[in-house]
Nanobody, 126 residues
Framework: QVQLVESGGGLVQAGDSLRLSCAAS????????MGWFRQAPGKEREFVVA??????????SYADSVKGRFTISGDNAKNTVYLQMNSLKPEDSAIYYC?????????????????WGQGTQVTVSS
C-alpha cells in the first residue's frame, strides 16, 4: 500500500513559478512509476508528467502543454517527488494529483495508476 500526500499549491500570477511536492509512504517511490495529473473544473483529469527511476537513469514523459515549462524530479532519501512549474499560465489552473503504480514503464492514462493523493489546488491569475 502506498500513501501519497501532495502539497505546495496556491494562488499565483501568470508567469510565476510553483513547486509541488508529493510525499510517498509505505514503499519507496524509486520502485514505482510516479505521475502528476491535473483536473480543471468541468474537465477530465489529464496527464501532466510521469517518471520512472530505472536504477541507472530516470525516464520521464511530459504532456505537450507543459513541456519546457514543468520539470519532475525526485528525492529518494525523502521519498518525495517534485513538480517544478515555471512560466505558469491561467490554463494551468487545476487540482494537481500525484499518482503511483508499480507497473514498469511510463504511463500516461489515469487507469494505469493504482494510488492517488488527495490533490492540491493551483490557481493562476491573468
Amino acid at each position: 500500500q502506498v500513501q501519497l500526500v501532495e502539497s505546495g499549491g496556491g494562488l499565483v500570477q501568470a508567469g510565476d513559478s510553483l513547486r509541488l511536492s508529493c510525499a510517498a509512504s509505505g514503499r519507496t517511490f524509486s520502485t514505482y512509476t510516479m505521475g502528476w495529473f491535473r483536473q480543471a473544473p468541468g474537465k477530465e483529469r489529464e496527464f501532466v508528467v510521469a517518471m520512472r527511476w530505472t536504477g541507472r537513469t530516470t525516464l520521464s514523459s511530459y504532456a505537450d502543454s507543459v513541456k519546457g515549462r514543468f520539470t519532475i524530479s525526485g528525492d529518494n532519501a525523502k521519498n518525495t517527488v517534485y513538480l517544478q512549474m515555471n512560466s505558469l499560465k491561467p490554463e494551468d489552473s487545476a487540482i494537481y494529483y500525484c499518482a503511483a503504480t508499480s507497473k514498469m514503464g511510463i504511463w500516461r492514462t489515469r487507469a494505469d495508476y493504482d494510488y492517488w493523493g488527495q490533490g492540491t489546488q493551483v490557481t493562476v491569475s491573468s
